[in-house]
């Protein structure tokens, strides 16, 4: 038995109701094969039975076979590509199963599962409309206020992804919300997520028009595991002619995030502005491209801009958030590339 399940023991710790839900799951496992094999139900049957879903459960407390169990919604899974399976249980051990939902006259909103790591935050969510309304349209997106309860400040942007839909005619839609924060250690912190009027739009051009004027709110925590590691750099760089540090570089499967400091931290975003122009529909070239060499010698390069990039002119520190989907195998990353620079990593 030891055998058996060696190699598949993580740092994970369900919850109470991920408990339940496993021992109401195994139970019914157990009463059908009852069932099925058509064998007499005895005490020492039933017995045997609840002490194997009891040894089941605590060995659950403390395996990767816990959130593997449990599982993600295929539509992150699909949403998220993952590489292999190894990295999908990597996911589902930081994943957190939120399983709310906020009903009025407008409409459904229910916010099942989210994942994330030090600066961004994914949340997958469900969007029903009244009878009789067709959610058809190429791009929707919420007005939103993400408020974390307990922090005095912290800052952030919001972005919507519509997901495959196996109904593209009825008022049912999947939204995957990206929120990309300057904020760091935002895992566990209690949050209140409020939306409101539901705009659509098509693929180009870049104009949404209001449809839902309702409104929807809930409470929960982010109790996600933060699924990216820090690597402390201080190195001296060059960006756009000008001195700077390259402080540090946060990896994770779904982002990378870079943190620079310098004097000249204005005249680089003004440098940076000017050297931003559009080379497609809704699309424009990254100002701050990083390449990422792996082990096996491919390498993908930020061509286009995605996520988020700060100025903050007081600590003159520039922060810049790059979102990856498909989700980079990060455990097989050889070094990061930035402005000519390239960083090992170790």
Not at 31 to 45: C, F, L
Not at 180 to 204: C, M, R
Request: hydrophobic content about 40%; some cysteine; proline content about 3%.
């Amino acid at each position: 038995m030891e055998n058996r399940f060696k190699g598949a023991f993580e740092t994970i710790k369900p919850n109470k109701e991920h408990k339940d839900k496993l021992w109401h799951e195994m139970m019914i496992k157990v009463e059908s094969e009852t069932i099925n094999k058509r064998i007499p139900v005895s005490w020492r049957h039933v017995r045997s039975a609840m002490l194997a879903a009891t040894v089941m459960i605590c060995l659950l407390t403390t395996t990767a076979f816990a959130a593997s169990y449990m599982g993600l919604d295929m539509k992150f899974l699909n949403f998220l590509n993952p590489a292999n399976s190894e990295q999908q249980i990597y996911l589902e051990n930081g994943a957190h199963a939120v399983n709310k939902q906020a009903t009025n006259e407008n409409g459904t909103l229910e916010v099942k599962q989210i994942i994330g790591d030090s600066h961004l935050i994914y949340i997958l969510m469900d969007f029903t409309a009244p009878e009789g309304i067709v959610l058809d349209a190429k791009r929707y997106r919420f007005e939103t206020f993400l408020s974390f309860d307990k922090l005095s400040s912290y800052s952030g942007s919001t972005d919507f992804d519509l997901l495959d839909d196996e109904n593209p005619n009825d008022n049912k839609i999947s939204l995957m919300m990206s929120y990309l924060t300057l904020t760091k250690d935002v895992a566990g912190s209690p949050v209140t997520l409020l939306v409101s009027n539901l705009e659509e739009a098509d693929v180009y051009p870049d104009v949404y028009k209001k449809i839902n004027s309702g409104s929807w709110e809930m409470n929960f925590n982010l109790d996600y595991k933060d699924i990216s590691t820090t690597y402390q750099i201080n190195q001296g760089i060059e960006l756009y002619n000008y001195e700077a540090t390259l402080s540090s570089i946060s990896i994770s499967p779904i982002s990378v995030t870079i943190k620079v400091d310098s004097a000249h931290t204005k005249k680089i975003f003004e440098a940076a502005n000017l050297a931003r122009r559009e080379i497609g529909l809704n699309e424009y070239e990254d100002s701050y491209p990083i390449t990422i060499h792996y082990k096996d010698g491919t390498s993908e390069t930020t061509a286009v801009f995605k996520g988020m990039t700060s100025g903050d002119l007081v600590s003159n520190t520039i922060t810049i958030v790059k979102p990856f989907t498909p989700i980079i195998n990060d455990k097989e990353i050889k070094s990061v590339e930035f402005f000519g620079t390239i960083i090992a990593m170790n």
